[in-house]
Structure formats: C-alpha cells, structure tokens
C-alpha cells in the first residue's frame, strides 16, 4: 500500500490513454441520507493486453463488496490506497468483463459538495471535475467515456438522471442516457421539487419537454430562466447549427453549490442565484446573468459534452469556447457594443490581475497540482479572447467552416488545443503554430505604438513584449490581431476598421496617400487581450471620446482619461478637469445610448487603478487611491449636477418592472447619475428612491449610495424584515454593507456579519457574499493595520476544513499582496504563511497559498 503524496503534480506531457474501452454504466442508488448505497456495474474491455485497472476513489468510499464476473477476486490482487482501488492484471480477464462493486457513502457527511451531498433535504451531485470519484470506484477521467444507466431508489417524489427517462414510479426512476459520456458529466437529483414546465420542438421536428425544478413555492421566480433556455435553443440552431438531442431537459436550482452552474447530459444543475428571479428579489444584472449561464450550460451540450476534453489540462477548449459563445448570444439578445465592453472589464478585473500575478497561468497550463484551482478567469475569460481573436484572423466564414469543421470531425470524441487548431488550419489553410502560443504561454503582452506622419503618409509603429511570468521567464512574439481605424481632423472616419496582424517583436504599418493628419483608433473592439500604450495626450483622447464610430474604442479614450487622472490624483497631482470636461459633453448626448453613457460615467473600481499604477511602477496606496476616486466623483457631480439630475429624472422608468434590455439599460444610467449625485445631495434622493422603488435593481442602487454615507441604517433594517427568509437577497444585504462601508469601518462590519446567527458560512453563496464583500472593498480589504488580511485568513483556514475548493479559491483576495508597500506586504505575507502552516490543509489551499507566497520570496 502507497501513500499518495498531496503534492505531487501532475503533467500534460503524461497524458496516456486509459487501458480499458468501457462500453456501458450501470448505476443503482438506494438513497439515504448518511448511508446512501451504490452499486456500479462497469462492462471493460482491454485495450492492448494485459494492465492493472487502477480506479479512483478514496476515503469515504466504504467498499462493499467488488466481484469481476460475479467472482470476488483474490484479496491479493485488489490494493487500495487513499486515492484508487487497483486490480492487478493477474486477476482480470483478457476478453471483456463486468466489474461489479457496492459501496456506502455518506452524503449528510459532505461539506465539499463535490460527489453527492445534501442541500435542505435534497440529494445533488458535482462531479467536475473530480466529484465522481467521491461517488463509486471508477476511471474519472474525461476521456473515459461510456452509456450510462441509472436506478434510483428512494421515497422522495422527484428522482432525476441524465438521459431519457425509462420507468418512473413511486420510490423508483430508472434513466438511460444514449450518448457516451464522462463521469464529469453525471447528475443525479432527488428530492421534493416543483417544476415550471414547458415544450421546445427542434428544428428537425423533436419534441423535447423542458422543466425548471425548484423548491415548492419558488415556481413564480423560475420562469425567466424557462424563457432563457427557449431562447437559447432558438439560438444554438440558428446560429451555429446545433439542435438538442434528448427527450428532456431539466434544469433544478440548489442553494449550496460550489460553482455557478453545471451543464451535466440533460440535467443541468444551478446555483439558485441564477434561477431564481423576481422584479422584487433580483437586479438587472442577476437576470443578464441568469440568461448568460442558462445559455452557457445548454450550449455545452455541444462544445462540452457531444465534444469533451482529452484531459484537465484542455479544460479551456469547452470553457473559452463555450464563454465565447455565451457573449456572443448574449451579444444578440442585448447591446452588443455594452457587452463588449462590459466583457473587457470583467476580463481587467479579474483575468489582467491574475496575469500579473503570482498565479499567472497559461489558457492550457502544462501541469497542476489540483484541477480545481485552474476553473479561472484565464481558462475561461482569456480562453474566450483567443477564439475571439482567431475570429478575426480567419474572418466570420472562415469561423464558421471551421466550427462545422469541428462538429463533424469531432462530435463523440474528448479533443485536444491541437485538434481545434488543426480544424482550423483545415478549413481555412492558414498555418497557426505560432498562434497556438496563445494557448501555451501566460502573461498578458504590452504593446507600444509610436506614430509618424510624413507626406500623407501615417506609420504606426507597434513592439510587443510579454513579461515574465512563473516558470516562462522568456516568451516568443505573439500573433496580435491590431484593429484600427483611422479618423480625420472633422471627426469623420478617413479610413474604416482594418485587422493589422503582428507577427514580430517589432512591426510597422503604414496608410498612405492620407490628405490630412488622422487621428489612430487603434485596438477597436479590444481586439486582442493586450496592454496597449501609445503616445497619447488627454486633448486627443478626448477627441477620440467625441469621435470615434468604434463604441469599445471611444468608450476606451474616456476610460484612459479617467485613469490617467485617477492616478495623478492617488500621486497627491492636480488632475481631472480635462476629463470632467470631457465627459460632460457625452453625457449631454442624448443620441448616445443609455448604457453606453452609464458605462462611460462609471469610474474606474480601486482595484483597477492600483493595477494602472502598479504598471507604471509605482505602489499604489489603497487610501489615497480610494480618496482620489471619492475626490474626482464629486467634482464631477459638482459641474454636472443639471445635467446628472436632468437624466436622473428623464431615466426613470414607468409602468411594471421588465427586465428587457430597453428599460435596463435605462435604469443603469439613471443608477450611474445617482452613484454620482449621491456624492452632493447628502443622500436624499437615494433615501427617496429606496422607499419607492418597486424593484430591487434601484432599491440595491440606492442602498449601496446610503452606505456609502454612513446613512444605510434603517434602510438595511427593511431589507432584513422584509426579506430574512430569502437566501438570495439577504446574500446581497450581506455583502453590500461590507463592500459599500467607509474602508475604515469594513473589517469591523465584516466582524460582526461573521457573527450573526444566519451567516451559514458553510454555505458557499453566504460564505462568497461576505468574505468577497470585503475583498471587493480594496481599501478595506488591504487596511494598513492587517485587520483585512487576518479576518480573511482566518475565515479561510476555517472553510478549508468543511470545503477546499471554496477555501482555495477565495484566496485569491491575496493574489496582487506583492505589488504593496512593505508594511502591507508584511502583513499579507504573515497572513498567507499563517494559513500554510495549518495542519491538515487541504491540496487545493496549499497549491494556492505555496503559489502567492512564491511570489514573494
Ligand atoms: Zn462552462
């Protein structure tokens, strides 16, 4: 018997095929809360002779019986260790055989929720991506794939499985799912649910029933994500071809669930946050988000599940793909310029940070220690940048050859990065070897440009260089799509949007025969996932601001401005009144669009100007960088207050709530004026708003201004009278006090939340909502004194023991500590060794907190 050691790595460069052919899965569960019984009948055939069949699972697996062919095998020949069960050669077959095991878990006993665990009296799984193995011995690996079937005994009233349904009677369901899948991808549910039901009839003629299942009195908060999967039905056909391939599909909410959401075969299983939505109880940008993630999931039933992944390491060949799908639906329902954009801050936010970071990472990284810790903004936000950009390269037929290309070359198959690559290289003949480095290398590239005029002619000058990051000290030039456009001195577009592509260190292009100096709009649409700095002033900008057709790029330009002057100001600089300036002449133009004008009148968070500057070599400081921001949205409000009370007014909108883009989008530049208001009335009309609103987006809007001030007292107070039993809002009470609270009262809130009665903190979403309220409070989070460090360390030392996957990736609040001053960087430092030197830490943690402290060394 071997002790596995927890930090051994594993390699891409490993990879080996499985020796066994599975050719069918028979499940049976006779369920029950701690001593739930499974028996797996697994049909194997040998692949190239004689191997030891090794299978996964470990603790908590408490082995029944095991007979091969319906004979136990020699106790001899069977090993088990904390990790697998192996069956030497010596005791199996050489044609193919059944393997048969019973074995007892204990799902009142799993706090991970990974395999199968309880929430409120239902049975759930999560299998991604190593959840099975918690479940039954087997090979839980995703290139394993077979047909599974599936009985499940039980007195609860709704028993559910992947596939078709063959026999459903009381205390018994059996399911069959016809297409061959991995473990990854198993579901069951049992419990009392309701469902919200509807029909969906495929473009081929299929009649597919569809039902949202939740719990009994939630069915009135379910239909927006019925309607949702209608339209991403619609869309999938449409757009990409793609058409459902069951009887069914079912999609049920849990309250306890590590991740978002998971596309298993036919039964989709949600965090309840992105089901359950009504006017009262969610905001706008719950249900965008609730449409993007049904989306999402039903659109892995092809990129994900008819098309898996060879291994973990490929996980971004399902995650980018099917993220860049979901934008691009979501593109479609909505405005695709505020998508973008929105896009583009969300990947700044968190995929630049982890990029610049101590857990810098490649889209398809080349070796883990834990699989867990790599479902992260790079696999999957960078991993949709790098389809997006080989959209561009290839062009919109190109794409969709080479997607058709894929379906067909690939439908049943676990694929590799090499196998999307080479689809496209087939189908357009382009070669795209050093493209792949996109896939294979970390670090976000800088790209400078410098400009020439001379004699009509413009020469944009472009370097690239890709920073170090661990383990990839040097990196080879990238193939950089660059889409520029050019604008003449009126303001009219001289030269229409071109892709350039980089290929060198260095490369210049040039546009002749130009009559007049033009203005560069260089990077439209954030074309590649890059640092770009050129030579700029803030008059240009703000012509671009004015001008540019491109919507990313104008908004860009005032994005620039805003940063340039938030980081002279956190520099102790006079700075702003160019932007002011600026700014005021796009939000008077009413011809621009609502969301677009919000998006544009929403400072830069505090995070991304500590990122700015630490890109220009300085250390940012937390409270002067929240300071400079305070200081620069007020004098906004101050010269604009008519204009920003004008909108405030006219945006307002009547009638019953809907959550459709129109009046959405009206209401997020109604909230921006407010947000900036707020900062010189005292208040008053966020205290008007909160008691009159008739929908949680503006009351949530008008909370968080209250709390800013110090004034969100009896408003908080309404909230938790009104809504103590709904888990979903009082997750938001929890976390806008922390988020929204002066910096210096935040650990001190976040104390006191941690001990009331309702903070559950085992439950992911409640653990999330206050301990990510704080690290989004950046002043807060990185108080001078420590405080912020410690609380999170602690809290996390405490989660890990119940659940490492949560515990491991809420540590990431640490992962920018090395870019502070030396004191924080102490503190930070203390705290993440605090949290290393925990006995009994879990793999996942440990990866983690070994990584960031690497860093620092
Ligand atoms: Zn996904």
Known sequence: MTQTDATDAQYLADYRPYPFILSETRLTFDLSPDATQVQAAISLTPRNGAADLVLDGGRGLDLVSLLIDGTAPDASHVIRDAETLTIRAAALPDRPFTLTSVVRIDPSANTAFEGLYLSNGMFCTQCEAEGFRHITFYPDRPDVMTVFHVTIRSGLPVLLSNGNPLRQKPGLAEWHDPWPKPAYLFALVAGDLAAVSDRFTTASGRDVALNVWVRPGDQDRAGFAMESLIKSMRWDEQVYGREYDLDVFNIVAVDDFNMGAMENKGLNIFNSKLVLASPETATDGDYERIEAVIAHEYFHNWTGNRITCRDWFQLCLKEGLTVFRDQQFTSDMRSAAVKRISDVQTLRARQFREDQGPLAHPPRPDHYQEINNFYTATVYEKGAEVIGMLKHLVGDDGYSRALDLYFDRHDGDAATIEDWLQVFQDATGRDLTQFKYWYTDAGTPRLTMAEDWQDGVLTLRFTQVTPPTPGQPDKPARVIPIAVGLIGPNGDEVAATQILEMTEAHQEFRFKNLGARPVASVLRGFSAPVVLSRDIDDDTRAFLLAHDSDPFARWEAGRDLALSALTQLARGQAAGDGYIGAIGRLIADDSADPAFRALCLTLPGDEEIATRLAAE????????????????????????????????????????????????????????????????????????????????????????CLIRLGRGESALAMIEEQFADNRLVMDKWFTVQVMAAPPADAVAIARDLAGRRDFDWKNPNRFRALLGGLAANHAGFHAADGSGYDFTADWLIRMDAANPQIAARMSTAFETWPRYDPNRRAKALAALEQIAAQPGLSKNTREMVSRMIAAGA
């Open 617 to 704: 070599g300085h250390i940012p400081d937390p409270d002067a960088i929240h300071a400079a921001r305070s200081d620069l949205a007020r004098r906004m409000a101050e010269a604009h207050q008519d204009t920003l009370s004008d909108i405030y007014d006219r945006m307002a909108v009547e009638g019953p709530y809907s959550p459709d883009a129109e009046p959405a989008e009206k209401r997020s530049l109604r909230i921006a004026a407010l947000g900036l208001l707020n900062r010189i009335d005292g208040g008053d009309r966020a205290s008007v708003l909160f008691g009159v609103a008739g929908n949680m987006t503006e009351r949530m809007a008008a909370l968080t």
